[in-house]
Protein backbone atom coordinates (compact mmCIF):
# COMPACT_ATOMS: atom_id res chain seq x y z
CA UNK A 1 0.00 0.00 0.00
CA UNK A 2 1.79 3.35 -1.01
CA UNK A 3 1.84 6.42 0.47
CA UNK A 4 3.11 8.28 -2.23
CA UNK A 5 3.46 7.60 -6.55
CA UNK A 6 4.78 4.26 -7.66
CA UNK A 7 4.80 3.26 -11.30
CA UNK A 8 1.78 2.04 -11.41
CA UNK A 9 -0.28 3.73 -13.93
CA UNK A 10 -3.95 4.02 -11.95
CA UNK A 11 -1.97 5.47 -9.21
CA UNK A 12 -0.17 7.93 -11.07
CA UNK A 13 -3.20 9.45 -12.82
CA UNK A 14 -5.19 9.50 -9.79
CA UNK A 15 -2.45 11.70 -8.24
CA UNK A 16 -2.31 13.83 -10.84
CA UNK A 17 -5.86 14.62 -10.88
CA UNK A 18 -5.65 16.36 -8.17
CA UNK A 19 -4.80 19.92 -8.40
CA UNK A 20 -1.57 20.69 -6.11
CA UNK A 21 -4.49 23.59 -4.45
CA UNK A 22 -4.34 24.21 -0.31
CA UNK A 23 -6.63 25.46 2.32
CA UNK A 24 -6.26 26.54 5.27
CA UNK A 25 -8.08 23.98 7.93
CA UNK A 26 -9.95 25.54 10.65
CA UNK A 27 -6.94 26.34 13.39
CA UNK A 28 -7.04 24.70 17.04
CA UNK A 29 -9.18 25.94 19.54
CA UNK A 30 -11.77 27.19 17.10
CA UNK A 31 -15.63 25.49 17.46
CA UNK A 32 -15.63 22.49 15.44
CA UNK A 33 -18.57 23.19 13.13
CA UNK A 34 -21.56 20.37 13.86
CA UNK A 35 -23.07 18.34 11.17
CA UNK A 36 -25.88 15.54 10.13
CA UNK A 37 -24.83 13.61 6.97
CA UNK A 38 -25.63 10.11 6.09
CA UNK A 39 -23.55 7.61 7.63
CA UNK A 40 -25.47 4.63 5.72
CA UNK A 41 -28.30 4.98 2.86
CA UNK A 42 -31.04 5.14 5.59
CA UNK A 43 -28.90 6.57 8.80
CA UNK A 44 -28.11 10.00 9.98
CA UNK A 45 -24.90 10.79 12.50
CA UNK A 46 -24.04 14.07 13.84
CA UNK A 47 -21.04 15.42 15.47
CA UNK A 48 -22.53 16.36 18.18
CA UNK A 49 -23.55 13.06 19.23
CA UNK A 50 -20.10 12.47 20.28
CA UNK A 51 -20.24 15.46 22.71
CA UNK A 52 -18.27 14.10 26.19
CA UNK A 53 -15.30 12.10 23.78
CA UNK A 54 -12.70 12.78 21.18
CA UNK A 55 -13.32 12.43 17.74
CA UNK A 56 -11.10 11.97 14.74
CA UNK A 57 -12.41 13.48 12.08
CA UNK A 58 -10.54 12.18 8.36
CA UNK A 59 -11.29 14.06 5.16
CA UNK A 60 -10.21 12.27 2.25
CA UNK A 61 -10.55 13.08 -1.61
CA UNK A 62 -12.37 9.57 -2.43
CA UNK A 63 -13.74 6.31 -2.36
CA UNK A 64 -12.33 3.27 -3.99
CA UNK A 65 -8.44 4.98 -4.79
CA UNK A 66 -6.43 2.48 -7.07
CA UNK A 67 -4.06 0.93 -4.39
CA UNK A 68 -4.50 -2.06 -2.37
CA UNK A 69 -4.68 -0.17 0.77
CA UNK A 70 -5.00 3.48 1.23
CA UNK A 71 -5.48 6.33 4.28
CA UNK A 72 -8.93 4.79 5.15
CA UNK A 73 -7.57 0.91 5.48
CA UNK A 74 -4.68 2.47 7.25
CA UNK A 75 -7.06 4.02 9.90
CA UNK A 76 -9.24 0.73 9.58
CA UNK A 77 -6.08 -1.47 10.87
CA UNK A 78 -5.30 1.76 13.85
CA UNK A 79 -8.98 1.73 15.10
CA UNK A 80 -8.14 -0.36 17.86
CA UNK A 81 -5.42 2.09 19.15
CA UNK A 82 -8.36 4.88 18.90
CA UNK A 83 -10.99 3.47 20.59
CA UNK A 84 -8.66 1.89 23.78
CA UNK A 85 -7.81 5.91 24.35
CA UNK A 86 -11.60 5.98 24.21
CA UNK A 87 -11.92 8.60 20.72
CA UNK A 88 -13.98 7.48 17.46
CA UNK A 89 -12.95 7.84 14.08
CA UNK A 90 -14.95 9.43 11.44
CA UNK A 91 -13.84 9.70 7.49
CA UNK A 92 -15.67 12.08 5.42
CA UNK A 93 -15.58 12.41 1.72
CA UNK A 94 -18.24 13.45 -0.99
CA UNK A 95 -18.57 10.18 -2.21
CA UNK A 96 -22.72 9.41 -1.72
CA UNK A 97 -23.55 6.90 0.85
CA UNK A 98 -24.32 3.74 -1.39
CA UNK A 99 -20.54 4.12 -2.81
CA UNK A 100 -19.59 4.50 1.05
CA UNK A 101 -21.33 1.53 1.95
CA UNK A 102 -19.62 -0.98 -0.93
CA UNK A 103 -16.02 0.70 -0.34
CA UNK A 104 -16.62 -0.07 3.69
CA UNK A 105 -17.54 -3.63 2.79
CA UNK A 106 -14.76 -4.38 0.44
CA UNK A 107 -12.29 -2.66 2.49
CA UNK A 108 -13.58 -4.27 5.82
CA UNK A 109 -14.12 -1.16 7.66
CA UNK A 110 -15.37 -0.70 10.79
CA UNK A 111 -15.77 2.74 11.37
CA UNK A 112 -18.32 5.43 9.46
CA UNK A 113 -18.17 7.08 6.85
CA UNK A 114 -19.76 9.91 5.87
CA UNK A 115 -21.57 11.58 3.18
CA UNK A 116 -20.69 15.26 1.93
CA UNK A 117 -22.59 14.67 -0.81
CA UNK A 118 -25.52 17.24 -0.80
CA UNK A 119 -24.77 19.97 -0.69
CA UNK A 120 -21.40 18.55 -2.18
CA UNK A 121 -18.79 19.32 -0.26
CA UNK A 122 -20.89 21.82 2.24
CA UNK A 123 -18.92 20.16 5.72
CA UNK A 124 -15.38 19.95 3.86
CA UNK A 125 -15.45 23.63 2.99
CA UNK A 126 -16.70 24.87 6.64
CA UNK A 127 -13.77 23.26 8.03
CA UNK A 128 -11.69 24.86 5.77
CA UNK A 129 -10.82 21.31 3.40
CA UNK A 130 -12.49 21.74 0.14
CA UNK A 131 -10.47 21.44 -2.93
CA UNK A 132 -12.99 24.40 -5.16
CA UNK A 133 -11.26 23.10 -8.20
CA UNK A 134 -10.97 19.27 -8.00
CA UNK A 135 -14.29 18.72 -5.96
CA UNK A 136 -13.13 16.56 -3.58
CA UNK A 137 -12.13 17.50 0.06
CA UNK A 138 -8.16 17.72 0.91
CA UNK A 139 -6.23 14.42 3.19
CA UNK A 140 -7.22 16.54 6.49
CA UNK A 141 -7.25 15.96 10.02
CA UNK A 142 -8.93 17.40 12.79
CA UNK A 143 -8.92 16.12 16.25
CA UNK A 144 -12.34 17.19 18.45
CA UNK A 145 -11.49 17.23 21.55
CA UNK A 146 -14.80 16.28 23.71
CA UNK A 147 -15.69 19.87 24.45
CA UNK A 148 -16.59 20.05 20.55
CA UNK A 149 -13.42 22.39 19.99
CA UNK A 150 -10.52 21.56 17.21
CA UNK A 151 -7.68 20.87 19.06
CA UNK A 152 -4.92 19.99 16.21
CA UNK A 153 -6.01 20.01 12.38
CA UNK A 154 -3.67 18.87 9.25
CA UNK A 155 -3.97 19.17 5.79
CA UNK A 156 -1.83 16.46 3.63
CA UNK A 157 -0.52 16.69 0.18
CA UNK A 158 -3.03 14.74 -1.30
CA UNK A 159 -0.80 12.00 -2.87
CA UNK A 160 0.87 11.25 1.38
CA UNK A 161 -1.41 9.45 3.28
CA UNK A 162 -1.60 11.44 7.02
CA UNK A 163 0.18 9.05 9.44
CA UNK A 164 0.65 11.87 12.06
CA UNK A 165 -3.03 11.20 13.77
CA UNK A 166 -1.86 9.06 16.99
CA UNK A 167 1.19 11.32 17.49
CA UNK A 168 -1.35 13.92 17.95
CA UNK A 169 -3.80 12.24 19.52
CA UNK A 170 -1.45 11.24 21.88
CA UNK A 171 -0.60 14.73 23.13
CA UNK A 172 -3.91 15.66 23.12
CA UNK A 173 -3.87 12.66 25.48
CA UNK A 174 -1.33 14.59 27.70
CA UNK A 175 -2.46 17.76 27.61
CA UNK A 176 -5.73 16.76 28.93
CA UNK A 177 -4.37 14.51 31.85
CA UNK A 178 -2.14 16.86 33.13
CA UNK A 179 -3.37 20.23 34.50
CA UNK A 180 -0.11 21.87 34.30
CA UNK A 181 0.26 21.98 30.77
CA UNK A 182 0.00 25.30 29.66
CA UNK A 183 2.33 23.88 26.19
CA UNK A 184 0.97 25.16 22.67
CA UNK A 185 1.93 22.25 20.06
CA UNK A 186 4.83 23.24 17.83
CA UNK A 187 4.84 20.79 14.62
CA UNK A 188 8.31 19.79 15.49
CA UNK A 189 7.43 19.07 19.00
CA UNK A 190 6.76 15.24 20.03
CA UNK A 191 5.05 13.45 22.26
CA UNK A 192 6.22 11.67 25.26
CA UNK A 193 4.16 8.90 24.78
CA UNK A 194 5.53 7.14 28.24
CA UNK A 195 3.27 9.22 29.57
CA UNK A 196 0.17 7.60 28.16
CA UNK A 197 -1.27 5.43 30.50
CA UNK A 198 -1.97 1.85 28.92
CA UNK A 199 0.05 -1.44 27.21
CA UNK B 1 7.38 -2.38 24.04
CA UNK B 2 9.35 0.03 22.07
CA UNK B 3 10.47 3.11 23.79
CA UNK B 4 9.74 6.49 22.09
CA UNK B 5 13.05 6.94 21.46
CA UNK B 6 13.06 3.60 18.80
CA UNK B 7 9.59 4.32 16.89
CA UNK B 8 11.76 5.80 13.94
CA UNK B 9 15.29 4.50 14.43
CA UNK B 10 16.65 0.53 14.97
CA UNK B 11 16.57 -0.56 18.45
CA UNK B 12 19.72 -2.68 19.07
CA UNK B 13 17.83 -4.73 22.12
CA UNK B 14 14.91 -5.82 19.68
CA UNK B 15 14.67 -5.01 16.35
CA UNK B 16 15.83 -7.45 13.76
CA UNK B 17 18.82 -5.79 11.85
CA UNK B 18 21.69 -6.39 8.92
CA UNK B 19 24.59 -4.33 9.32
CA UNK B 20 26.01 -2.63 12.64
CA UNK B 21 24.07 -1.15 14.85
CA UNK B 22 26.06 2.26 15.53
CA UNK B 23 26.08 2.82 11.20
CA UNK B 24 26.01 6.14 9.95
CA UNK B 25 23.02 5.94 8.32
CA UNK B 26 19.85 3.76 9.81
CA UNK B 27 16.99 2.74 7.18
CA UNK B 28 14.48 1.46 9.54
CA UNK B 29 11.33 -0.57 7.22
CA UNK B 30 7.77 -1.25 8.54
CA UNK B 31 6.49 -3.58 6.09
CA UNK B 32 3.66 -5.89 5.21
CA UNK B 33 4.47 -9.66 3.58
CA UNK B 34 1.18 -9.37 1.95
CA UNK B 35 1.85 -6.12 -0.08
CA UNK B 36 2.46 -6.24 -3.24
CA UNK B 37 4.13 -2.42 -3.02
CA UNK B 38 6.69 -3.60 -0.43
CA UNK B 39 7.85 -6.75 -2.30
CA UNK B 40 8.66 -4.47 -5.08
CA UNK B 41 10.80 -2.89 -2.89
CA UNK B 42 12.72 -5.45 -1.78
CA UNK B 43 14.94 -5.48 -4.56
CA UNK B 44 15.63 -1.86 -4.31
CA UNK B 45 16.54 -2.15 -0.85
CA UNK B 46 18.56 -4.93 -1.40
CA UNK B 47 20.59 -2.82 -3.89
CA UNK B 48 20.99 -0.21 -1.23
CA UNK B 49 22.26 -2.60 0.87
CA UNK B 50 24.82 -3.62 -1.28
CA UNK B 51 25.66 -0.04 -2.24
CA UNK B 52 25.94 1.62 0.90
CA UNK B 53 27.71 -1.08 2.61
CA UNK B 54 28.89 -0.90 6.15
CA UNK B 55 27.33 2.61 6.47
CA UNK B 56 23.93 1.10 6.70
CA UNK B 57 22.35 -0.09 9.53
CA UNK B 58 18.96 -1.89 7.76
CA UNK B 59 16.16 -3.35 10.28
CA UNK B 60 12.40 -4.01 9.42
CA UNK B 61 9.31 -3.87 11.67
CA UNK B 62 6.08 -5.83 11.25
CA UNK B 63 2.82 -3.80 9.79
CA UNK B 64 0.38 -5.90 8.18
CA UNK B 65 -3.02 -4.90 6.85
CA UNK B 66 -5.00 -7.72 8.28
CA UNK B 67 -8.30 -6.49 6.88
CA UNK B 68 -6.87 -6.17 3.70
CA UNK B 69 -4.23 -9.08 3.65
CA UNK B 70 -5.67 -11.88 5.57
CA UNK B 71 -2.11 -13.81 5.42
CA UNK B 72 -0.45 -10.90 6.54
CA UNK B 73 -0.37 -11.31 10.29
CA UNK B 74 0.63 -15.26 9.79
CA UNK B 75 3.07 -14.86 7.91
CA UNK B 76 4.59 -11.72 9.65
CA UNK B 77 4.11 -14.41 13.05
CA UNK B 78 6.33 -16.98 10.95
CA UNK B 79 8.83 -14.56 10.24
CA UNK B 80 9.24 -14.29 14.40
CA UNK B 81 9.10 -17.64 14.91
CA UNK B 82 12.07 -18.22 11.47
CA UNK B 83 13.70 -15.63 14.06
CA UNK B 84 13.38 -18.13 16.94
CA UNK B 85 15.60 -20.73 15.13
CA UNK B 86 17.81 -18.14 14.08
CA UNK B 87 16.87 -17.71 10.66
CA UNK B 88 14.43 -13.92 10.27
CA UNK B 89 16.19 -12.72 7.34
CA UNK B 90 16.21 -16.12 5.35
CA UNK B 91 12.09 -16.63 6.33
CA UNK B 92 11.98 -12.97 5.91
CA UNK B 93 12.99 -13.28 1.87
CA UNK B 94 11.36 -15.77 1.30
CA UNK B 95 8.22 -14.68 2.14
CA UNK B 96 8.61 -11.61 0.11
CA UNK B 97 9.61 -13.93 -2.90
CA UNK B 98 6.71 -15.75 -2.35
CA UNK B 99 3.72 -12.96 -1.78
CA UNK B 100 1.29 -15.24 -3.47
CA UNK B 101 1.29 -18.16 -1.48
CA UNK B 102 1.55 -17.14 1.99
CA UNK B 103 -1.05 -20.04 3.47
CA UNK B 104 -0.23 -21.76 6.45
CA UNK B 105 0.45 -24.95 4.43
CA UNK B 106 3.08 -22.72 2.41
CA UNK B 107 4.43 -21.04 5.18
CA UNK B 108 5.00 -24.93 6.47
CA UNK B 109 7.30 -25.54 3.15
CA UNK B 110 9.37 -22.80 3.77
CA UNK B 111 9.91 -23.60 6.72
CA UNK B 112 11.02 -27.18 6.03
CA UNK B 113 12.67 -25.47 2.76
CA UNK B 114 15.22 -23.67 5.43
CA UNK B 115 16.26 -26.57 7.40
CA UNK B 116 13.87 -25.12 10.32
CA UNK B 117 11.46 -27.50 12.46
CA UNK B 118 8.22 -26.72 10.44
CA UNK B 119 6.18 -28.48 13.39
CA UNK B 120 7.62 -26.30 15.95
CA UNK B 121 6.77 -22.99 13.77
CA UNK B 122 3.62 -23.97 12.42
CA UNK B 123 2.60 -24.40 15.66
CA UNK B 124 4.04 -21.75 17.05
CA UNK B 125 2.20 -19.26 14.44
CA UNK B 126 -1.18 -21.45 14.86
CA UNK B 127 -1.10 -20.77 18.65
CA UNK B 128 -0.02 -17.17 18.10
CA UNK B 129 2.84 -17.29 19.97
CA UNK B 130 4.87 -14.34 18.44
CA UNK B 131 1.46 -12.23 18.03
CA UNK B 132 2.57 -9.75 21.06
CA UNK B 133 5.51 -9.00 18.96
CA UNK B 134 3.77 -8.06 15.71
CA UNK B 135 1.43 -6.19 17.79
CA UNK B 136 4.19 -4.18 19.66
CA UNK B 137 5.46 -3.17 16.34
CA UNK B 138 2.34 -2.33 14.44
CA UNK B 139 2.00 -0.04 17.90
CA UNK B 140 4.95 1.52 17.57
CA UNK B 141 4.38 2.27 13.80
CA UNK B 142 1.04 3.75 14.61
CA UNK B 143 2.98 6.09 16.64
CA UNK B 144 5.95 6.70 14.89
CA UNK B 145 3.53 8.21 12.18
CA UNK B 146 3.65 5.36 9.91
CA UNK B 147 1.50 6.07 7.04
CA UNK B 148 1.39 3.28 4.13
CA UNK B 149 3.07 0.06 3.49
CA UNK B 150 6.19 0.08 2.78
CA UNK B 151 7.12 2.79 5.48
CA UNK B 152 10.60 3.64 5.51
CA UNK B 153 12.14 6.03 8.02
CA UNK B 154 15.79 6.83 7.36
CA UNK B 155 17.89 8.18 10.48
CA UNK B 156 14.34 8.53 12.14
CA UNK B 157 11.93 10.45 9.32
CA UNK B 158 9.86 9.10 7.75
CA UNK B 159 10.18 9.19 4.14
CA UNK B 160 7.46 10.51 1.55
CA UNK B 161 9.22 10.46 -1.34
CA UNK B 162 9.31 7.98 -4.32
CA UNK B 163 9.65 4.46 -3.61
CA UNK B 164 12.83 4.17 -6.25
CA UNK B 165 16.37 2.93 -6.31
CA UNK B 166 17.84 6.97 -6.97
CA UNK B 167 15.35 9.16 -4.97
CA UNK B 168 16.27 6.59 -1.79
CA UNK B 169 20.10 7.06 -2.75
CA UNK B 170 19.26 10.35 -2.50
CA UNK B 171 17.26 10.55 0.72
CA UNK B 172 20.15 8.28 2.23
CA UNK B 173 23.14 9.83 1.08
CA UNK B 174 21.81 13.23 3.27
CA UNK B 175 20.03 11.99 5.98
CA UNK B 176 18.45 14.56 8.18
CA UNK B 177 20.05 15.05 12.10
CA UNK B 178 18.38 12.40 14.75
CA UNK B 179 15.85 14.45 16.30
New interface residues.
Given amino acids: ???????SEPEHAYKEMYSKSRRSALPPKTEAPDFTLRSTPDQWLSLSEFRGQPVVLAFYPADWSPV??D?M??Y???LK?FHDLGAELIGISVDGAWCHAAFARD???HFPLLADFEPKGDIARRYGVYRYKDGVSERALFVIDADGKVYWSFVSPVG?????P??FF?RWRICKTNKQCRQRWRP?D?P???QIAG? | ?I??MY?KLPDPERDHFQGTIDAPIALLEYG?YE???CG?VQPIVKEIQRRLGDDLCFAFRHFP?????PHAEHAAEAAEAAAEQSSFWAMHETLFANQDALDDEALAEYAAALGLSEVRLIQEVISGAHAKRIQED??SG????????P?FFINGQ?Y?????LEPLLAALSYPATI?
Fill in positions: MPSTSTKCGQALNEMERKLVNPGEMELNQNVSP | MSRLDCPFELTNVHFRVRAGVNGTCRDGERAT
